[in-house]
């Protein structure tokens, strides 16, 4: 094999180009950020109650949040598939890993813009009017859940992508897999909504969360090579 | 194949096989310059051997615009500057020349052609134009070898034979 770039260069670039392709069809994060508040204003409206609170508050947020992501997930490697670029990405020096590692932080970044749209929404629309939201630790439980959730969706865009039945096989795979992420999201979420929680509950969800994302982040390096190979 | 025992240690190959096929094996949304670039990212190539591939496809006015705009006879020409991009010693073409005019096809020549000094498998269904550019001639009939032979022992009605 040639001399290829490092692991890192190599995610690099693969980042580098699908923000490129992203930024100019603006494909993924527009649909996912529109999903989510179109499910807020649903519910505002729809379920005749101005505000949620607590667990029910959480739930709503995490379920519309992982549905949002699937939409992601079935975009992650549509220009690969369909227009070749992966064989142009197997033929050169690379580490597989790094093509995981570069959909991952794609992902990754997809989820945090999301949420910077979906969250205040979220606040706006269900939340009553001076709740004590507490940000930014609202903001570290959304930021490691997201590491979870965009190594299982990378992993899952893959295995998936090789199949024709794409938009049906990614949320058979990927929801089943993350609801263990998704509850410890959300009790992790309730107590920084208003709702009475302890700060000991808080770190024990937050440890889950960070064994998850090491586990599953572990397992797609581990597996990813055999998925593009195969 | 290049050092490398098949298909064992097919991992050795990277790098070392450029591809022109009937895919352009490109991003449609990015420019020909976004394309390349990733490209010599991904085998480690200097970014101004981009600029040096572009103009000698004869991109370099239309290179800063999507691919899908280019017709179809650009994008093969993008995709054999892609193909060569990293200079490999073994190309893969598979009708290298379809959707490109005579004077594309020409441009073409020193980079791909028997000009270029590579080793190249060719696929074609162009018996004359195959057969010219050849030092070996494998025929097939339904999959299974019908020939194996020196180019010039080998006619252009031999060959034609093989599809009836």
């Known amino acids: 094999m040639r001399n290829g770039p490092g692991l890192f260069s190599a995610s690099w670039a693969l980042l580098r180009k699908d923000l490129a392709i992203e930024l100019r069809t603006r494909e993924s994060v527009p649909a996912m950020a529109l999903f989510s508040v179109t499910v807020f204003v649903l519910l505002h409206f729809g379920t005749g109650r101005d505000t949620f609170s607590g667990g029910l508050a959480a739930g709503l947020l995490w379920v519309t949040l992982l549905l949002a992501t699937v939409l992601g997930v079935n975009r992650l490697f549509v220009a690969e598939r369909e227009q070749g670029g992966i064989d142009a990405v197997l033929l050169a020096p690379v580490d597989r890993t790094a093509v995981f590692i570069g959909k991952a932080a794609a992902l990754f970044l997809y989820l945090v813009l999301l949420e910077v749209v979906a969250v205040p929404a979220f606040a706006l629309l269900l939340l009553a009017q001076g709740s004590a939201v507490a940000v930014l630790p609202l903001a570290g439980v959304l930021l490691l859940t997201d590491i979870g959730l965009a190594a299982v969706g990378a992993l899952v865009a893959a295995m998936a992508s090789e199949t024709r039945a794409r938009d049906l096989v990614v949320p058979m795979l990927l929801l089943p897999l993350v609801v263990p992420l998704a509850i410890a999201g959300a009790s992790a979420t309730e107590p920084l909504l208003g709702a009475a929680g302890s700060a000991p509950e808080l770190l024990r969800w937050l440890g889950f969360i960070g064994v998850y994302d090491m586990v599953f982040l572990l397992l797609s390096v581990a597996v990813f090579d055999f998925l593009l190979e195969d | ?164």
């Open chain 2, 1 to 164: 194949m290049l050092g490398a025992d098949l298909p064992g240690e097919s991992w050795k190959l990277r790098g070392q096989i450029g591809y022109l096929g009937h895919d352009p094996l490109l991003y449609r949304e990015l420019s020909v310059r976004q394309n390349l670039e990733f490209q010599a990212r991904l085998h480690g190539v200097a970014a101004a051997r981009v600029g040096q591939v572009i103009d000698g496809v004869g991109l370099a006015n239309r290179a800063d615009e999507p691919l899908r705009e280019l017709s179809r006879g650009m994008v093969q020409r993008a995709a054999a500057a892609r193909a060569i991009l990293s200079d490999p010693p073994l190309l893969l073409l598979d009708e290298p020349r379809a959707g490109l005019d005579p004077a594309a096809a020409e441009l073409l020549e020193p980079l791909i052609g028997r000009q270029s000094g590579r080793t190249r498998v060719l696929v074609t269904h162009d018996v004359e134009g195959g057969l010219g550019e050849s030092d070996q001639v494998l025929g097939l009939r339904g999959g299974r070898q019908e020939l194996f032979e020196p180019a010039e022992s080998v006619t252009a009605t031999r060959l034609r034979e093989l599809y009836s």
